[in-house]
């Protein structure tokens, strides 16, 4: 585009979201940020990390292969995250709005804020990609899912142009009926019931809608979000005076898991659980939720 020249927002939306479609997101959309703004906490709003954004895009990746939910929980947690696809498409969406429009655009940080804590990140992520309307809130810890992809990782751009926002998903797909028929009968979902830490429970209407989530994230993160792990285990190495004990803190055959995890880059460096979206009829069964489902599809359409 010609420096000074008009820019149609519609436009460039459908070309935004067009580029992070091609680049191989499943679902994309620009959130409303006076929205986002009167939501997120004081800190974790879009103007404080750039108070040069006026919209916010989200895009959403797919999770698993069809594949990857049929094996050990044990071996999944090493490469069950699909994120760092999200995060390339967004950083280089970036680039696209800056080389087309030759306006400023950020790749929002999906990163923990190191003055908040370990577990509170610069920007709320599903946060973005609820308001643009590519994710519905599930019982299964907030966990956004899509009632056509299923369970996706997102990711987020903020940008000097001002884009016409989408909306908010109107129907929740979560739960399914088969979910509110087991929570009738067993006070769970499949989601409650699978979970290893126990750590989500809520309530269902009689319209079989959610009326109540609760997620106990304490539960959760101390199995799967085990940041303190390492400096926990030097702390106790170096307080020990038993040579035998020291070594092995530092070289049993647990710990060498974390030493073998840091040397390959493991996506799931310390630890990661997904038995919650394995037994989800939404994440596993939705139309298009892992790429044998969306080859399928195309075959269909194509005949």
Not at 105 to 114: N, V
Not at 166 to 189: A, H, I, K, W, Y
Not at 197 to 214: F, P, T
Request: net charge negative; glycine share 8%; charged share 25%.
């Amino acid at each position: 585009m010609a420096p000074g020249s008009e820019i149609d927002p519609q436009e460039a939306k459908e070309k935004i979201l067009g580029y992070c479609l091609r680049k191989g997101a499943l679902a994309a959309g620009v959130a409303d940020i006076d929205v986002i703004e009167r939501i997120a906490p004081e800190g974790h709003r879009p103007s404080d990390l750039w108070p040069r954004a006026r919209s916010i895009i989200a895009l959403g990746v797919g999770g698993q292969t069809q594949g990857a939910w049929s094996i050990p929980a044990r071996a999944m947690s090493y490469f069950g995250s699909t994120e760092t696809r999200a995060y390339t498409i967004a950083y280089g969406c970036a680039f696209f709005i800056e080389n087309t429009y030759g306006r400023r655009a950020i790749y929002c940080p999906p990163d923990m804020d190191p003055e908040a804590g370990p577990r509170t990140p610069f920007q709320s992520l599903k946060l973005h990609a609820e308001i643009a309307g590519i994710g519905a809130r599930s019982l299964a810890g907030d966990i956004l899912l899509h009632p056509e992809f299923g369970y996706m990782y997102f990711a987020s751009v903020f940008t000097e142009l001002e884009l016409p926002p989408d909306r908010p998903m109107e129907d929740n797909p979560c739960p399914t009926p088969s979910c509110v028929d087991l929570f009738r009968r067993s006070g769970q979902t499949p989601c409650m019931k699978f979970c290893p830490v126990q750590c989500l429970s809520g309530d269902i209407d009689e319209d079989g809608r959610q009326s109540e989530m609760r997620y106990d994230m304490a539960a959760c993160a101390e199995m799967t979000q085990q940041y303190e792990t390492l400096p926990d285990l030097f702390e106790a190495a170096i307080g020990s005076g038993d040579e035998g004990e020291r070594e092995d803190l530092l070289f049993g055959p647990d710990n060498k898991m974390l030493w073998y995890k840091m040397s390959v880059g493991s996506g799931g460096l310390l630890a990661q659980c997904f038995e919650c979206m394995r037994v989800c009829p939404i994440a596993t069964q939705a139309p298009m939720a892992d790429p044998i489902r969306r080859r399928n599809a195309r075959a269909a359409d194509s005949r």
